[in-house]
């Protein structure tokens, strides 16, 4: 492929488009960690699979506000002794990992209060995302060559000539936004029995909205310009 050049009967003009859009979420995301610790092994895996239920079933109760459910990691590792001839296991330590993203930021406030508040259960996040597929992507794009056009015409105009033709448009980069996260982290806890009297209150979680960007290069042919002082 030769790269385009412009002659003196139809000079090249080349031009950058771009356009950074700030938008609301569209999906928060979440991770649970359950955590389970004992002495026996098949009690500690008892534990975490008491807890892995209870969680999705709590985390499936909300229906269709959960756009994606699914299970990572599952850890059981032993504990061993520090001192002593032998080794021999002082406990065992059980992990699984969730990951649960939603759509409704109101029902959001309350899952992720409910479940920071279970017993040895840690929930970070949220991650505010847009879907992959999401119009706001295609809408970046479409400004960005909007723009690209309407500079190509201003250079033109600046020269007192037209556009003649489009040579080439290329996509120099669309930016997918970083997932950006509250500043909310709860560490595994033990219930007691004060706090089992009555339910906590939802956190106040506010949606971070999220830029944008897409970039685009473009080359166009104008009709002679006619030079002068």
Known sequence: MTTPHGTPDAPLLIVRGEAELEVEPEIARITVTLSARNRD????????????????DLIKSYGDAVEHLSTGTLSLTPELTEHGRDERVRAYHGHIHL??????FTLLAELTTRLADMELTRVDGPWWLLRPDSPVHRQARREAVRE???????????????LAALIELADTGTEQPRPTRMP?????????PADTDQAPEPLDLEPRKLRVSAQV??????APPTLRN
């Open 99 to 104: 990951t649960a993203e939603l759509t409704d």
């Open 41 to 56: 092994r098949r009690t500690t895996l008892d534990d975490l699979t008491r807890r892995n239920t209870t969680t999705l």
């Open 217 to 222: 290069s473009a080359q166009f042919t104008m």
């Open 148 to 162: 690209a056009v309407q500079r190509a015409h201003e250079y033109a105009h600046a020269l007192d000539t037209t």
């Open 184 to 192: 909310f982290e709860r560490g595994a806890r033990r219930a007691s």
